[in-house]
């Protein structure tokens, strides 16, 4: 009988870890200059990604060094800002967002945005999204199931292997609800055997204690954005 269980993630909390002890001092200085601009006076950002998850999403850019970042779901630039921030510390790539709204294009500061950023205002799935060219996909969009299988099937089948993957709102609680985007994701993967890292407080609360410890060790520990559940799942589409 064939073994069911899931490919580890090439992603595993060592690696995560090693990532935080290596970009310490840029992921402080990142974290700065995104806590500058929740000064009151500043631009209307609206956080939604926690702590943790924004700087993991700022230290795979940093390691992977992608040439095109595609983020689906921008609401007011909060995640844009974080992976802008992490492709000028790259010194190279470009971001291509897309949302049906565009309060990103008045709250993503210039500075950031210039040279590196495009704004798609519609329907993701109406937009001439190029899969194949994408180095990292990051999604944080409608949160619904009939969205969910419309990017597995549309987008995933089609990038190439080895792709970075993060999808937000995932694990909320322990487990994805049953009917769920989160579900949709997660069947998607285990049905291909991958598997994936969470830091997520209810789902993986090792993992998530030894991001905080590590953190800490660190002089990291100051909270950017309040907010602790940390829901998103990273992984990477087959393939090294």
């Not at 390691?63 to 595609?70: E, F, I, S, Y």
């Not at 987008?155 to 080895?162: D, N």
């Not at 985007?181 to 204690?209: C, I, K, M, N």
Request: glycine letters at 8%.
């Amino acid at each position: 009988m064939a073994d069911a269980r899931p490919v580890p993630n090439i992603l595993d909390l060592a690696d995560v870890t090693g990532l935080y002890r290596k970009y310490a001092d840029d992921l402080a200085a990142a974290r700065d200059g995104q806590r500058a601009l929740l000064k009151p006076g500043g631009p209307r950002l609206r956080p939604k990604l926690d702590d943790i998850e924004a700087e993991l999403t700022y230290l795979l850019v940093r390691h992977h060094r992608p040439r095109t970042v595609a983020e689906i779901g921008t609401f007011h630039g909060w995640s844009t800002t974080w992976l802008l921030r992490a492709l000028r510390d790259n010194g190279e790539g470009e971001l291509r967002s897309y949302d049906i709204v565009d309060h990103a294009r008045r709250s993503v500061p210039a500075a950031l945005a210039d040279g590196r950023w495009t704004f798609h205002h519609g329907d993701v799935r109406q937009a001439a999204l190029t899969p194949g060219l994408i180095d990292y996909l990051f999604i944080d969009a409608a949160h619904t199931a009939p969205f969910a299988r419309w990017y597995t099937a549309r987008l995933f089948g089609q990038l190439r292997p080895g792709t970075p993957v993060s999808v937000h709102d995932v694990y909320h609680r322990r487990r994805a609800g049953r009917f769920s985007e989160g579900r949709v994701v997660l069947d998607w993967l285990a049905q291909r055997r991958l598997g994936h890292f969470t830091a997520s407080r209810a789902a993986a609360p090792a993992q998530y204690a030894e991001i905080l410890a590590v953190r800490e060790s660190l002089g990291l520990a100051e909270p950017v954005h309040q907010g602790g559940r940390n829901p998103m799942i990273f992984f990477r589409l087959g393939g090294n």
